[in-house]
């Protein structure tokens, strides 16, 4: 993982060097809240890569992952709690449009992407859940759109997107089936990227 890490940010450092100048790659990051669909609530981050092949479009892939909690009750914290708990990772093609000219450091977007999502579901009750209680839970895949939209302010930006990931399994601890899980979600990010794009020059 720290070799995988450490290729991953030389990368960045290298293209973003060399986009500089050629202004068509770049790479964002973004962090954000979600909210899944039916209540309760999470947190996400995005990796993107992207090529501007136009000055207003840009084209990228998106490598995501959320964990959410699902209708989760805590009676005596921490000990005791019933709900759901999710997982999801996710890479996905991406497109940006973005309604600037040339005119001020602002540039609203709108996007969407299409990817293929791995989910896992547990549902817990109990009182104190060890991590060594947790039994072979079973991951399901699946394909998924996503849209979104936002404003970037220089090199900072302010999203809000919709991933309308579909249902799967719902296990208990021992990892049986027991029903069925809602994956969908809503994040607000905030971020930063690196490498060409520079808005209102």
């Known amino acids: 993982m720290k070799k995988l890490f450490t290729m991953i940010i030389l990368l960045i450092t290298v293209h973003a060097s060399y986009s500089q100048e ?5 790479f964002q990051m973004d962090l954000g809240a979600a909210a899944p669909k ?28 959320a964990a959410l909690a699902k209708d989760v009750v805590y009676y005596e914290i921490p000990d005791d709690y019933t709900g759901e708990l999710g997982a999801n990772a996710s890479i996905s093609g991406t497109a940006n449009y973005y ?5 001020g450091k602002a540039a609203p977007y709108i996007g969407g ?3 293929y999502y791995t989910m896992s579901n547990v549902n817990i009750e109990s009182t104190d859940i060890d991590s060594d209680d947790l039994g072979d ?22 999203g809000a997107e919709y991933n309308f990931v579909p249902k799967s399994d719902l296990q208990n601890i021992n990892g ?6 809602t994956n969908e979600y ?16």
């Open 137 to 158: 839970l079973r991951a399901n895949f699946a394909w998924a759109p996503m849209l979104r939209a936002g404003v970037e302010l220089g090199k900072f930006r302010i």
């Open 176 to 181: 049986e089936v027991i029903g069925q899980a």
């Open 113 to 115: 992407g299409f990817g």
């Open 38 to 65: 039916g209540g309760g609530f999470g947190a996400l981050v995005n990796l993107e890569p992207q090529i501007l092949v136009r000055r207003n479009l840009a084209l990228g892939l998106r490598m995501g992952a």
């Open 186 to 201: 809503f994040g607000f990010t905030i971020g930063y990227f690196v490498g060409g794009g520079k808005w209102g020059r």
């Open 99 to 103: 309604f600037n000219y040339g005119k």
């Open 22 to 26: 050629a202004e068509r790659f770049r």
